[in-house]
C-alpha cells in the first residue's frame, strides 16, 4: 500500500489530507445524529400537557433532558411562554435555523472535498503523462521501461484515488442531507403544532 502510495507522486499528499477530511467528518456527524435519540409523539404529548397546565419551566427541564433538535427548538419558544405568539413563533425559528446550521456542520467542506480530488487526481494524471513524454523525449534509444511507467503509474493511481475519495464523499453527502431533511420536517410539524396549540390557549391576550 505504501508502494503505491509513493508511486502516486506528490499529488498524493492532498489527495491523502482529502480523504482524512472525509473519514473526520463522516465520524463526527454519524456520532452527532445516532446521539440525538428521543420519543416525538412522548415529547409532544409531555410538553403540550405542560403548557395547558401553564408549566413552562417543568416543561424546559424536561426538554432539557432530551438530546434532539426538536427538543432544543421547543425550549427556546418555551423561554417566551406568556409573551404574544409572534414573538414565540419568531424565537422558534430562530432555533430552528439555528439547529439547521448544526445539522449541516462539515457538509460544506464534504462538498468542497468532492469536488477537488477527482481534480487534484486528474493533476496528477497529467503531471504523471508529462513526465512519461519527458522520459520519451529523453531517450536517445528506446526509453527505460521503468521510467516510463512511473510516469504512467503515476498518471493512474492518482485518477483512482481521487475518484476513491469523490465518490464515496458524494453518497455521504446525500445520505446525511436525507437525515437532515426528515429532522427539519419534524421541526416544521411540531413547531406548527406546538403554535395552534399555544394560539388556542390564547396566551397572547394575557399578555
Known sequence: MWQIFQ????????????????ITITIERLWFFFSQKG?????????????????PLDAIQYLQRVNHPVARMLQAGMIYFGKEREILERNLK??????????????????????AAPLLGLLGTVIGIIQSFNVLSAAEGLPSAAALSQGIAEALITTAAGLVIAIPALFIIHWLGGIIERRVQQMNSVSKEFIESYANRGASDDV
Open 7 to 22: 508511486n502516486g507522486g506528490p499529488i498524493m499528499y492532498p489527495l491523502l489530507f482529502c480523504s482524512i477530511i472525509v
Open 39 to 55: 420519543d416525538l409523539d412522548d415529547l409532544k404529548r409531555v410538553v403540550l400537557r405542560l403548557m395547558e397546565k401553564e408549566a
Open 94 to 115: 430562530e432555533a430552528g435555523e439555528q439547529e439547521i446550521k448544526r445539522m449541516e456542520k462539515g457538509l460544506g467542506l464534504l462538498d468542497v472535498v468532492v469536488t
